[in-house]
T-cell receptor
Framework: QKEVEQNSGPLSVPEGAIASLNCTYS??????FFWYRQYSGKSPELIMF????GDKEDGRFTAQLNKASQYVSLLIRDSQPSDSATYLC??????????FGAGTRLFVKA | DTGVSQNPRHKITKRGQNVTFRCDPI?????LYWYRQTLGQGPEFLTY????????KSRLLSDRFSAERPKGSFSTLEIQRTEQGDSAMYLC???????????FGDGTRLSIL
């Protein structure tokens, strides 16, 4: 069974701090990786995607991918209370099959 | 771009009834996905269409579930003889091409009494 694993949290950080969210995946054939944010009762919203090893930055968000270690991470700089949500990591294999982790709950304290 | 649209937003029904959900993807997207999500879990893959062809269906999906995408536009997901365990959020997503991000609709929340 191909899996994506995340720590369920909650991860609690003070406002203005860096939040670090981690994810591992089991299928070495995975080609693309995504981070989604999901507020309670809402649907997932795309935050970042990354295809190549290394870092990708977009505003306060940085995604990191290490295919050798089968590891993906998301850093959120200058965390805000509005960032409090569940963050879903996802990996796509074969161009179309996307497997989601169970998500990490992030709580940013004001 | 009006986004992915799903309806109804909420469905409450008695056990044993049939329900049907609709999804309208982003117009230029040729790929459409259905997922099921329960509390504390990530979206669980149910099925996938490329245009009108249903290319994969999860082995977790029982024979009570069926999905269609006539003409490669909107899609419907039908659950027959609903059971308590079918209570969940049913999410639709669409995308264009390989390895691209999926865009989700607001989901249909199903509650079985």
């Amino acid at each position: 069974q191909k899996e994506v694993e995340q720590n369920s949290g909650p991860l609690s950080v003070p406002e203005g701090a860096i939040a670090s969210l981690n994810c591992t995946y089991s299928d070495r054939g995975s080609q693309s990786f995504f981070w989604y944010r999901q507020y309670s009762g809402k649907s997932p919203e795309l935050i970042m995607f990354i295809y190549s090893n290394g870092d990708k930055e977009d505003g306060r968000f940085t995604a990191q991918l290490n295919k050798a270690s089968q590891y993906v991470s998301l850093l959120i700089r200058d965390s805000q209370p509005s960032d409090s949500a569940t963050y879903l990591c996802a990996a796509t294999t074969g161009g179309f099959k996307t497997i989601f982790g169970a998500g990490t709950r992030l709580f940013v304290k004001a | 771009d009006t986004g992915v649209s799903q309806n109804p937003r909420h469905k409450i029904t008695k056990r044993g009834q049939n329900v049907t959900f609709r999804c309208d993807p982003i117009s230029e997207h040729n790929r459409l996905y259905w997922y099921r999500q329960t509390l504390g879990q990530g979206p669980e893959f149910l099925t996938y269409f490329q245009n009108e062809a249903q290319l994969e269906k999860s082995r977790l999906l029982s024979d009570r579930f069926s999905a269609e995408r006539p003409k490669g536009s909107f899609s419907t997901l039908e659950i027959q003889r609903t059971e308590q365990g079918d209570s969940a959020m049913y999410l639709c997503a669409s995308t264009q091409g390989n390895n691209q991000p999926q865009h989700f609709g607001d989901g249909t929340r199903l509650s079985i009494l």
